[in-house]
C-alpha cells in the first residue's frame, strides 16, 4: 500500500528527494507521515502532511527539509537539502488509518561526513 523509493549515498550537505507512492484510497484520506530509525536509535518522526496539506516537522530537519504532495500522483515526498551524517538512517512513510498502521519498506539514506 505504501512505497519508497529514492534513498542513497550522499556527501554532507548535499540532499536527496524520497517518494512515497500511496494506494488512492489512503493518499485521500489519512496523514502520511516520515520516520526515521538509525542503528541503535529509536524511530522518530521527521515529518508529517495531512490530507489537506498541513505540515509539520522534527526541531532537527526544520529549515531542510520540506515534505509535499501530489494528488494526481498519489505520492508524498520528502525533500531532504543540506544533509548532514546524523540524518543517516532507514526512513519509512508511514499512514495511520482508522483500521490500521500502513508502513512502507523503508528506504536506506547515508551521508559521508
Known amino acids: 500500500q505504501l512505497v519508497e523509493s529514492g534513498g542513497g549515498l550522499v556527501q554532507a550537505g548535499g540532499s536527496l528527494r524520497l517518494s512515497c507512492a500511496a494506494s488512492?484510497?489512503?493518499?485521500?484520506?489519512?496523514?502520511i507521515k516520515w520516520y526515521r530509525q538509525a542503528p541503535g536509535k529509536q524511530r522518530e518522526l521527521v515529518a508529517a502532511?495531512?490530507?489537506?496539506?498541513?505540515?509539520n516537522y522534527a526541531d532537527s530537519v526544520k529549515g531542510r527539509f520540506t515534505i509535499s504532495r501530489d494528488n494526481a500522483k498519489s505520492t508524498v515526498y520528502l525533500r531532504m537539502n543540506n544533509l548532514k551524517p546524523d540524518d543517516t538512517a532507514a526512513y519509512y512513510c508511514?499512514?495511520?488509518?482508522?483500521?490500521?498502521?500502513?508502513w512502507g519498506q523503508g528506504t536506506q539514506v547515508t551521508v559521508s561526513s
Open positions: 488512492r484510497s489512503i493518499f485521500s484520506t489519512a496523514p
Open positions: 502532511i495531512t490530507s489537506g496539506g498541513f505540515t
Open positions: 508511514n499512514a495511520p488509518t482508522e483500521f490500521r498502521d500502513y
